[in-house]
Structures are given as C-alpha cells and as structure tokens.
C-alpha cells in the first residue's frame, strides 16, 4: 500500500502519519517528489483498512499496488527516476554509455581505453576488478589493483567508474574507489548481497539473472529499494534460450515492458547478450530504438590477446564509429549521446 502526500505537507504532518503507521508495525519509506510526497507502506498491508489514513493532514490518496514489487512500479512513483553524479545524469534525455574492458587487466590497457572514451565524450567507464568467471581456472580479475588501477584512469579522464561487486565484504573497499556498483547477472537473486547494497549512498546497476522473469528482476530490485537506495538501474544483458549461435539471447522486448512497469532507469548491454563482437553495433542501436536509458559495452585495444571475453569487445576505432551511428539513432527516438567529435 502506497500513501499519497501533497507535497506541500509539513514535515511534522508527514512524521505524524510514518509514526502512526510505524506503531502498527511496519516500515515506511518517505519519497519526496515536487507534487507529492509518497509514503510506501512495506509488510502486507492486506487486511489494513485505509480510510482513516484520509483524516490525517496532507493525504491525497491510498493506492493498493498490485503488483508484488512496489517501490519499483510506475504505480507508485510515475515519473522516471534520474540518477545524478559528478554532473553525469541517468536517464535523462541524454543516454548514458558505459563503455570499457571485460577486465581491468594492466595500467597501459584502462588508461589507453579511459583516454580514447573520454576525449568521445563518454562519461562511465566500466571495467572488472572482481570477475565472476564460469570456470575456476579462467583469469579471475586483478582484484584490489583492478580496482584501483580503474579508480586512477577514471579520475585522471573525468569519468565515472562502474564495477561489480560479487559479495557483502567487497562492498566497502569498492564504495572506496568506484562511482557505481554493478550487480552480475549471476547475484541478481543474492538477496543478502542486495539487502546491503540498499543501505549504501551509491547507485546500483542490477543485471537480468539468465533466467529470470522481469517481475523476479523487479523484486530483486525492490529489496535494494526497500532499504533506503532509491540509485537503481536495471539492465536487460540477454537470457538462456535454446539459441546458442550467440553467448544469450538478447530480449530487447525487456526494454520497453520495464519501463512500463518501472520508473527505473533501463539500460541495455549487448556485448554480453550476444558474445560476438559483429553483433553488438546492431543490438545496441536497436536497444536505443527500443527505448533504453543506456548501454555497455565492452571495447578492448586489442581484443585478440584480452584475458577474457575478446570475442565481443570492440575495438577502440569500431567503438568510436558506432558511438557517431548510435548518435543518429538517438535523436531518431527524440534522445541524444553527448559526443565531443574526437572520433580518430
Ligand atoms: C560483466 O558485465 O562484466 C558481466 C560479467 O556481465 P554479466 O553479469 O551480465 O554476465
Ligand atoms: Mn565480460
């Protein structure tokens, strides 16, 4: 059940209501718009009558949510969400790409990559420290280096940093050096992992588990959510179908049904979803045509000798020509990349 404030209501009014409710044990997430201010009531509210909430000062209207997730759905907040940092905004009007290694894997590869994106005009640089591999015997990231390593190319090029973290004890060293946390297809449902990622002042970039259901994705969502993060993003990466000519199968259908459903920020990664370098131009133009926030994408100097997935990263030259391309798409959609020109 969701409490719909004026967003003139005092603060004193506001407090008056959270602790009425909080007294009939539940959790109350206040939500500040500039129209209205939403109480999200957080427990089952199924037997709760709302007709007394319409006494108290400021409301507006008591909304059953139907859907299972709440604070995620466009039921209860119906304007998208922006995330804001260091000047960089997501979703805007203006798309955010996140472009960079699979894997940090030395000094001279993230500068030469931090360098090339940002003189494009590129804001996010994304890049493993901490790589969640299938096998135990492939390159497993530099760790603490990486992720330093990253945090120095980011600063030195004004861009900010997106990695993923794979367990509670990572949180804290990577809240230290990155801008962005990532959360892998392969923890969207490690609620444990989620639930402190809820209680840190960063955003969040949630991928699609390979075989999770948009409603599952929503609901791993709604428990970052629910502890108190409002910076989260979804991202559709492509999911397990019989198809195996590419690494997943990516469904760009995700993109418009989440923002539909969902007042989150989408953003599409194509590199992953397809595993083949050729391929990630044409689904990333067909993801803005969709009407995704974003995208990600991997681009190494030298896929041939990249520790890990080399087969879909683009090349710095290619990355540049399918940024101006992309560009066209954007503004065919009424959304735009801010590019600087520097495309050699
Ligand atoms: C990644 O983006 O580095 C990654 C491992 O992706 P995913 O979790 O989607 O497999
Ligand atoms: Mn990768």
Redesign the pocket.
């Known amino acids: 059940m969701v409490v719909v404030m004026d967003g003139q209501t005092s603060d004193a009014d506001v407090k008056k209501l959270a602790d009425k409710l909080e007294s009939l044990g539940f959790d109350i997430q206040v939500i500040r718009g500039e129209s209205r201010i939403v109480l999200a009531i957080i427990g089952d509210t199924k037997d709760l009558d709302s007709f007394p909430f319409y006494a108290y000062t400021g409301v507006k209207e008591v909304l059953q949510v139907a859907k299972p997730y709440k604070l995620a759905s466009r039921e209860f907040k119906d304007t998208n969400t922006i995330i804001r940092r260091k000047g960089v905004v997501i979703g805007g009007k203006e798309l955010i790409v996140m472009a960079g290694p699979?894997?940090v894997e030395s000094e001279e590869q993230i500068f030469k990559i931090a360098h090339k994106i940002s003189e494009l005009g590129i804001k996010v640089l994304?890049?493993?420290a901490f790589?969640?591999?299938t096998s135990p015997y492939s390159f497993q990231g530099l760790g603490l280096e990486g992720l330093k390593l990253m945090a120095r190319a980011g600063k030195e090029y004004g861009l900010l940093v997106i990695t993923?973290v794979m367990s509670i004890e990572q949180i804290d060293v990577i809240a230290e050096y990155a801008d962005i946390f990532?959360?892998?297809?392969?923890?969207?449902q490690n609620f444990m992992l989620l639930k402190e990622l809820g209680r840190i002042k960063k955003p969040v970039m949630l991928?699609?588990g390979?075989s999770a259901t948009l409603e599952e994705l929503l609901l791993s969502a709604e428990y970052i959510l629910s502890q108190g993060n409002n910076e989260v993003m979804l991202?559709e990466?492509?999911i397990r179908t019989f198809e195996n000519y590419t690494r997943?199968t990516l469904d760009l259908s995700a993109v418009p049904s989440l923002k539909e459903l969902s007042h989150l920020p989408v953003i599409v990664?194509p590199?992953?979803?397809t595993g083949r370098w050729r391929l990630v131009g044409p689904m990333a133009k067909s993801a803005i045509a969709a009407g995704a926030d974003g995208i990600?994408i991997?681009v190494h100097p030298n896929p041939k000798v990249s520790l890990?997935?080399g087969a879909q990263a683009l090349k710095l030259k290619n990355f540049c020509k399918l940024m101006m391309e992309l560009n066209a798409v954007a503004h065919a959609v009424d959304r735009e990349i801010n590019l600087t020109g520097n495309v050699d």
């Open positions: 699979c894997a994304r890049g493993g790589k969640p591999r993923e990532q959360i892998g297809a392969r923890n969207m991928k699609r390979v991202c990466r492509g997943n990664d590199s992953h979803s990600l991997e890990s997935d």
